[in-house]
């Protein structure tokens, strides 16, 4: 086993308080798309007509909320019924383990908490908490992907409000401060699936005042120098090596 992985392995068996960045791979890894879709970019572009910046903007869903749900059906919601993979599950052991402080991700999907995870702060809200904005009832994303045209609340007849933020909205001020307060008291930083410069890391990372900030993704990229320990490749491998405890 590689070197690397075998300390981030030590370190996490030896260890507890762990706060997980969970990045966007670990979502493209399953075959979901996320709210923006960057990976697939021209590909939305060529489909609808507009950049998935664009469709994905507050501005957006109030002028063309038709092509909004559209777009929100067949791109974020591309896969009925998404189940957790082995590193959702892998997460999830930290917690059995009472290793886990809590997870924190930019993911719309409620895969986390599908896996068993307690404290997920989901920074960007779920595609299954989309709101009546009059009655404040709840929906989830099978009521959102099989409704016809806008959804609609059963009760008062109204357009829902996607349940995650916009582009141009400002984020739960809330939600920002319980995940950087955790940040902040972790012991051990494990980002999975995110480049240190990504918009999830960037703001969270200086918040961590530890020595074991410990980065698994796909490939390297400028800025993950700041990682104490790091390895790139298959992500859903490593982690199964150093969760092999
Ligand atoms: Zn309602």
């Not at 981030?8 to 068996?13: A, Q, S």
């Not at 900030?213 to 491998?237: M, Q, T, V």
């Amino acid at each position: 086993m590689d070197q690397v992985l075998e300390n981030m392995k030590n370190i996490i068996r030896g260890g507890g308080n762990i706060v997980v960045l969970a990045g966007m791979n670990i979502t493209y890894d399953i075959g979901l798309n996320g709210v923006t879709a960057e990976h697939i970019a021209y590909d939305i572009e060529q489909k609808y007509g507009y950049s998935n910046d664009e469709i994905a903007s507050s501005l957006f869903y109030t002028r063309r909320a038709e092509l909004f749900y559209r777009y929100y059906k067949e791109v974020i919601l591309n896969i009925d019924d998404p189940q957790p993979s082995s590193i959702h599950y892998g997460i999830y052991k930290l917690q059995q383990c009472s290793k886990l402080s809590a997870v924190v991700t930019r993911s719309v999907y409620s895969l986390y908490k599908k896996a068993g995870c307690s404290n997920v702060i989901q920074l960007h809200g779920s595609v299954d908490e989309n709101i009546c904005p009059r009655c404040k009832r709840l929906y989830d994303s099978g009521y959102i992907k099989h409704s016809k045209g806008i959804p609609v609340c059963e009760k008062c007849g109204i357009p829902l409000r996607p349940g995650f933020s916009l582009l141009g909205e400002m984020l739960d001020n809330g939600k920002i401060s319980r995940a950087s307060n955790a940040v902040e008291n972790a012991s051990i930083l494990l980002v999975i699936g995110a480049e240190i410069n990504s918009p999830l890391c960037r703001y969270m990372v200086k918040y961590y005042k530890g020595d074991k900030l410990i980065l698994l993704n796909d490939k390297e990229r400028i800025g993950d120098e700041c990682a104490n320990y790091r390895a790139y490749g298959n992500i859903r491998d490593m982690f199964a090596q150093v969760m092999d405890f």
